[in-house]
């Protein structure tokens, strides 16, 4: 028979010391996948950072090929402009601003005069548009454009000249970009050239091969995912969604227990499904132009919705009505989402498949979002600042919603865009998010060593009809 083993009292030193060191063994399994997080992040950082930026040497031709026409814009340095047409821009945007305004048909003329498209030795007419600034490089001059002509279909092969600063300074160059094409899956492109204009080469022919259903439909998924990653609101609208159902129990305050991992699971599926549904119906009844409403319209209603989810995120309703509230949300989101389909220009390619590709990569994007706040909600859940997290959050966003609220319905301009800029510039809100998750792990990590986790909610009683049955007719008079 072996001798019982001591058991050794609670506040004895050895315990105290394998207490702390199961702590930091938690810490260390939980920041290590965020360490690997953090090093893919520096990886795609860097990538990303190779994107090409203007210069302020060269000039610069986009064109968008659709299947109800062509447009495009030029950008010039107006450094260059100013050697060839005498003016003077300034250095500041709002200097070249006015400049560029006062000196519009110059420019636009100037313009028209070294710049052509074209099906062989046939010019086809264009028409330019307002002349802005864009402050890349010391600022350039943007001379939007649109071909007068009806197509058929998006050309596939046509003549493009450009000798703009080239005629005067044979040391300068252009590049011309394909920004817009379905053909080619290309979409929002302002960083692949297709060609370069300089001495000698004024004039080129560009044939365009098409590429195939698949990588136009992936192509266009990339433009859905933009539209969530980059849209404040949308990336606010889905934070809002999942606030509560990662800190708190349903009909339960931040102040009493943790839900389940089980529990959470399962209201998160439901959320998010019900949500789906609802933004998938407005997103494409908007896209396929079955509704149509303003950019201002969607805003206001967005703002609307992002104020009434972070009111609910303090309040949580009963299950019914929770899911209720938020699939009519749901349908002001798809509101936003189906606006952005149109603004992407998207809509003028034939067929529902861009709308399909669309579509697909907002869903991707959705998904990250909540993964990615998910993967900071669950660890705070545990942790005693859960309800601060909880109504500090709810009570920001409810601002913030009120504040784009005042600038929207009011067209007024109180700088809220300023403050939403951290949260969607790439790769900036990375770092934010990354920094987020490593805090959360830490604080869960450190609250685990010292043993002052929230301790979990007990799975509600499933109760037996026949059980229950029985018991009444006990108890019945």
Excluded at 445 to 457: E, F, K, M, Q, T
Aim: charged content about 15%.
């Amino acid at each position: 028979m072996l001798p019982p083993t001591p058991i050794e009292p609670i506040g004895s030193p050895d315990r105290l010391d394998n207490h702390h060191q199961r702590g930091r063994i938690s810490v260390t399994r939980y920041l290590r996948p965020l360490l690997a997080l953090l090093v893919a992040g520096c990886t795609i950082a860097a990538v990303g950072s190779n994107a090409q930026a203007h210069s302020g040497k060269q000039s610069y031709i986009y064109l968008g090929l659709f299947d109800d026409g062509v447009d495009g814009r030029v950008e010039i340095p107006t450094a260059d402009l100013e050697s060839v047409l005498g003016l003077e821009f300034g250095t500041s945007p709002d200097a070249a601003a006015a400049t560029a305004e006062e000196n519009a048909s110059l420019i636009r003329n100037y313009v028209g005069d070294h710049f052509g498209l074209g099906e062989g030795s046939t010019r086809w007419d264009l028409e330019f548009g307002d002349v802005g600034i864009l402050p890349e490089a010391g600022n350039y001059a943007v001379v939007p454009f649109e071909v007068v002509r009806d197509f058929d279909s998006a050309p596939r092969s046509f003549v493009v000249e450009f000798d703009a600063i080239i005629h005067a300074n044979d040391q300068k160059d252009a590049l011309l970009h394909i920004e817009n094409d379905w053909g080619t899956g290309t979409f929002a492109n302002e960083d692949d050239p297709i060609a370069n204009f300089s001495v000698g080469r004024t004039v080129q022919e560009i044939t365009l091969d098409d590429a195939s259903i698949v990588s136009s439909v992936l192509g266009a998924r990339g433009v859905g995912s933009d539209a969530v990653r980059t849209n404040i609101d949308q990336i606010l609208f889905v934070i809002a969604l999942i606030l509560p159902v990662g800190l708190v129990v349903r009909g339960s305050t931040a102040f009493g227990r943790a839900p389940s991992l089980t529990e959470t699971a399962r209201r998160l599926g439901a959320l998010l499904g019900v949500s789906i549904v609802a933004h998938s119906l407005t997103l494409w009844i908007v896209g396929l132009g079955i509704v149509e409403l303003t950019a201002r319209t969607t805003s206001i209603l967005m703002a609307a919705a992002l104020l009434v989810l972070a009111v609910f995120a303090m309040w949580p309703p009963t299950r019914p009505r929770e899911l209720t509230v938020v699939g009519i949300l749901g349908l002001v989101q798809g509101l936003g989402l189906g606006t952005a389909f149109l603004a992407s220009n998207l809509d003028r390619f034939d067929g529902i498949m861009p709308l399909v590709g669309f579509h697909l990569g907002v869903e991707i994007a959705i998904a990250i979002v909540a993964a990615l706040t998910m993967a900071v909600l669950l660890p705070l859940r545990r942790t005693v600042l859960a309800p601060a997290v909880l109504y500090g959050t709810a009570l920001v966003l409810c601002g913030y919603s009120i504040g784009w609220l005042i600038e929207r319905v009011g067209d007024t301009s109180i700088s809220m865009e300023e403050v939403a800029n951290p949260l969607r510039v790439w790769p900036r809100n990375f770092w934010i998010v990354v920094g987020v998750v490593v805090a959360a792990g830490a604080l869960y990590g450190w609250s685990a060593s010292r043993g002052r986790l929230r301790p979990i909610a007990e799975p509600p009683a499933v109760s037996d009809p026949e059980t229950t049955a029985r018991d009444e007719s006990l108890v019945s008079p």
